[in-house]
């Protein structure tokens, strides 16, 4: 039976509702008919909030709501990773707002789910201050039913691998969304002075026309989490989004938006980014490796000046007591 035969209510009701986003953007490519009936945005809406439930928020909606094919579009844009390459681009317009639509899950369970609205409409403040993101308030802490044992290796190695987020950073003006999550962490790592763990989900691009002029971001993502020594449950004390430079110092406001417009225009790529971030981790191993290899370089030349300022001390208190004996 060729699919035209079939009722189209059947399709929409029984087949298309029960496709994930990337199958049902395939089966539109098939034919005029489902290209049609995959077009519509209940389909979307619905797989968005199934993905992201902080899209059901009506700030999230409303931005939503002006992309060119709504949800549709949204999905494109939010599913795939951007292009790790930032490319020079015309000047874009200025943004008074971004909007951060965030859900953590584990183990494919929903933890938390939010949605903050920052100002970034340019001031001397904005524009020289470093650029943070940060969705809970201090000392508040968001409870889960999540339980571990008192074993800290078990404890890291299950949250490296089941716990997951997603982070969408909205740009209203310019009717652009992108994922800046790994999906999974790519590093976990107890801070031993709290006490707490700390996972960092990373996008890092490169921007430069060689390997000689590469300069290196990242759009580090920390989650903070402890576990209460009463039950054992997991709770998150701290989540915040910055953009850091090869030396790991946040960069100002200004700067900050500058990465984060190329990054919204810049094209989307569907990789193993879907399958669970290992091309983002690797490239965030990169990034580290490239930071210890400049860290490394300015120890020499500090020492290397060191050396230089010694002879040079003691070569002009010898030339001097020379001059003063003789």
């Known amino acids: 039976m ?11 009701t029984h087949i298309l509702t029960r496709l994930n ?3 049902l953007a395939n089966a539109g490519c098939t034919s005029l008919l489902l290209q049609s009936l995959c077009s519509d945005e209940k389909l979307w809406s619905d797989i968005c909030s199934s993905d992201w439930p902080s899209t059901d928020d009506p700030l999230v909606k409303q931005a939503i709501s002006n992309f060119p094919s709504g949800h549709r579009s949204f999905f494109s844009e939010s599913f795939p990773s951007p292009s790790n390459r930032l490319t020079t681009t015309s000047p874009l317009p200025q943004t008074s707002q971004i909007i951060s639509s965030v859900d953590i899950r584990y183990n494919d369970e929903l933890m938390f789910s939010k949605v903050e609205s920052t100002n970034t409409t340019p001031s001397d403040w904005f524009q020289t201050s470093p650029f943070r993101i940060d969705l809970l308030e201090p000392k508040e802490l968001i409870p889960s039913v999540v339980k571990f044992s008192s074993d800290d290796q078990v404890m890291q190695s299950n949250l490296e691998k089941h716990m997951t987020l997603s982070w969408i950073l909205i740009n209203p ?3 652009r969304a992108m994922n800046l999550s790994s999906k999974k962490p790519v590093s976990v790592q107890r801070n031993w002075l709290t006490d707490e763990i700390e996972l960092n989900y990373a996008f890092v691009a490169v921007s430069g026309i060689s390997v000689y002029d ?3 971001v990242n759009c580090n993502i920390e989650i903070t989490c402890g576990v209460k020594q009463t039950s054992g449950e997991l709770y998150v004390s701290g989540m915040s989004l910055t953009v850091q430079d090869i030396d790991g110092k946040c960069l100002s406001g200004k700067t900050s938006m500058e990465v984060l417009q190329g990054l919204a225009v810049a094209e989307r790529r569907s990789t193993r980014y879907n399958g669970g971030g290992d091309d983002l981790k690797e490239r965030y191993e990169e990034y580290i490796q490239k930071r210890r290899e400049r860290k490394d370089m300015m120890e020499r030349r500090e020492r290397r000046l060191d050396l230089v300022c010694v002879a040079g001390g003691i070569a002009f208190l010898m030339a001097f007591w020379s001059f003063a004996l003789y």
């Not at 060729?2 to 929409?12: F, S």
């Open 2 to 12: 060729a699919i035209a035969e079939i009722h189209q209510d059947i399709i929409q």
């Open 21 to 23: 986003g990337q199958s």
């Open 173 to 175: 003006t310019l009717n």
């Open 214 to 216: 590469t300069v290196y």
